[in-house]
Protein backbone atom coordinates (compact mmCIF):
# COMPACT_ATOMS: atom_id res chain seq x y z
CA UNK A 1 0.00 0.00 0.00
CA UNK A 2 0.91 3.33 -0.62
CA UNK A 3 1.12 6.20 2.51
CA UNK A 4 1.40 9.97 3.04
CA UNK A 5 2.69 11.19 6.08
CA UNK A 6 2.89 15.11 6.78
CA UNK A 7 4.94 17.01 9.12
CA UNK A 8 6.18 20.56 10.02
CA UNK A 9 3.25 21.83 11.33
CA UNK A 10 2.82 23.75 14.27
CA UNK A 11 1.77 27.10 16.17
CA UNK A 12 3.72 30.19 14.61
CA UNK A 13 2.97 34.22 15.08
CA UNK A 14 1.93 36.17 11.75
CA UNK A 15 4.73 37.07 9.89
CA UNK A 16 6.81 33.93 10.63
CA UNK A 17 8.03 30.77 8.49
CA UNK A 18 7.43 27.06 8.76
CA UNK A 19 8.47 24.17 6.58
CA UNK A 20 5.65 21.41 5.89
CA UNK A 21 7.07 18.08 4.74
CA UNK A 22 5.47 14.55 2.75
CA UNK A 23 7.13 11.43 2.10
CA UNK A 24 5.29 9.20 -0.07
CA UNK A 25 5.88 5.41 0.97
CA UNK A 26 5.11 1.99 -0.60
CA UNK A 27 5.59 0.03 -3.93
CA UNK A 28 4.34 1.64 -6.96
CA UNK A 29 5.88 2.96 -10.78
CA UNK A 30 6.09 6.85 -10.39
CA UNK A 31 4.35 9.84 -8.95
CA UNK A 32 3.25 12.24 -10.83
CA UNK A 33 1.76 15.51 -9.55
CA UNK A 34 2.26 16.47 -5.97
CA UNK A 35 0.69 19.34 -3.98
CA UNK A 36 -0.42 20.65 -0.70
CA UNK A 37 -4.36 21.55 0.27
CA UNK A 38 -5.42 22.73 3.64
CA UNK A 39 -8.98 22.88 5.13
CA UNK A 40 -10.02 25.21 7.41
CA UNK A 41 -13.19 24.51 10.10
CA UNK A 42 -17.04 24.63 8.07
CA UNK A 43 -15.00 25.27 4.79
CA UNK A 44 -14.25 23.46 1.62
CA UNK A 45 -10.74 22.01 0.77
CA UNK A 46 -8.91 24.37 -1.28
CA UNK A 47 -5.74 24.38 -3.14
CA UNK A 48 -2.46 25.74 -2.08
CA UNK A 49 -0.12 24.65 -4.31
CA UNK A 50 0.62 21.82 -6.57
CA UNK A 51 3.98 20.51 -8.36
CA UNK A 52 3.32 18.36 -11.60
CA UNK A 53 5.63 15.80 -12.82
CA UNK A 54 6.41 18.19 -16.09
CA UNK A 55 5.51 21.91 -16.08
CA UNK A 56 4.78 25.30 -13.97
CA UNK A 57 3.84 25.26 -10.28
CA UNK A 58 0.86 26.54 -9.26
CA UNK A 59 -0.15 28.50 -6.48
CA UNK A 60 -3.63 30.02 -5.11
CA UNK A 61 -3.62 33.37 -5.04
CA UNK A 62 -3.74 33.72 -2.11
CA UNK A 63 -0.44 32.52 -1.03
CA UNK A 64 1.63 33.66 -4.05
CA UNK A 65 4.94 35.24 -2.99
CA UNK A 66 4.76 33.87 0.67
CA UNK A 67 4.82 30.27 -0.42
CA UNK A 68 7.00 28.23 -2.38
CA UNK A 69 6.63 23.99 -3.25
CA UNK A 70 9.33 21.96 -3.98
CA UNK A 71 10.20 18.14 -4.31
CA UNK A 72 12.79 15.58 -4.04
CA UNK A 73 12.38 12.90 -6.67
CA UNK A 74 14.91 10.96 -5.01
CA UNK A 75 13.41 10.99 -1.81
CA UNK A 76 9.78 11.01 -2.85
CA UNK A 77 9.06 13.94 -0.58
CA UNK A 78 7.37 17.60 -1.33
CA UNK A 79 7.55 20.40 0.34
CA UNK A 80 5.77 23.41 1.46
CA UNK A 81 7.99 26.80 2.52
CA UNK A 82 5.54 29.18 3.82
CA UNK A 83 6.58 32.40 4.59
CA UNK A 84 5.28 35.54 5.60
CA UNK A 85 2.10 33.58 7.46
CA UNK A 86 -1.14 34.98 7.81
CA UNK A 87 -3.47 34.08 10.60
CA UNK A 88 -5.80 33.44 7.37
CA UNK A 89 -2.95 30.64 7.01
CA UNK A 90 -4.75 28.63 9.87
CA UNK A 91 -5.74 24.97 8.32
CA UNK A 92 -5.18 21.34 8.32
CA UNK A 93 -3.23 21.39 5.36
CA UNK A 94 -3.35 18.05 3.24
CA UNK A 95 -0.54 16.64 1.18
CA UNK A 96 -1.75 15.22 -2.16
CA UNK A 97 -0.10 12.91 -4.55
CA UNK A 98 -1.09 11.60 -8.22
CA UNK A 99 0.37 7.60 -7.84
CA UNK A 100 0.59 5.83 -10.93
CA UNK A 101 1.46 1.94 -10.69
CA UNK A 102 2.12 -0.62 -13.03
CA UNK A 103 0.11 -1.70 -16.03
CA UNK A 104 -2.06 1.79 -14.55
CA UNK A 105 -2.24 4.21 -17.46
CA UNK A 106 -4.51 6.54 -15.15
CA UNK A 107 -3.12 6.56 -11.85
CA UNK A 108 -5.03 7.38 -8.60
CA UNK A 109 -5.09 10.47 -6.08
CA UNK A 110 -3.87 9.64 -2.55
CA UNK A 111 -4.02 12.07 0.70
CA UNK A 112 -1.73 12.55 4.02
CA UNK A 113 -3.62 12.40 7.42
CA UNK A 114 -3.10 16.29 7.53
CA UNK A 115 -0.68 18.44 10.12
CA UNK A 116 -2.08 21.27 11.88
CA UNK A 117 -0.79 24.97 11.19
CA UNK A 118 -1.85 27.55 13.19
CA UNK A 119 -0.47 31.33 12.86
CA UNK A 120 -1.57 33.27 15.93
CA UNK A 121 -2.31 37.48 15.35
Known amino acids: QVQLVESGGGLVQAGGSLRLSCVVS????????MGWYRQAPGKQRELVAD???????NYADSVKGRFTISRDNAKNTVYLQMNSLKPEDTALYYC???????????????WGQGTQVTVSS
Open 26 to 33: GSFFSINA
Open 96 to 110: NAHIRFWNDYVGSDY
Open 51 to 57: IPSAGST
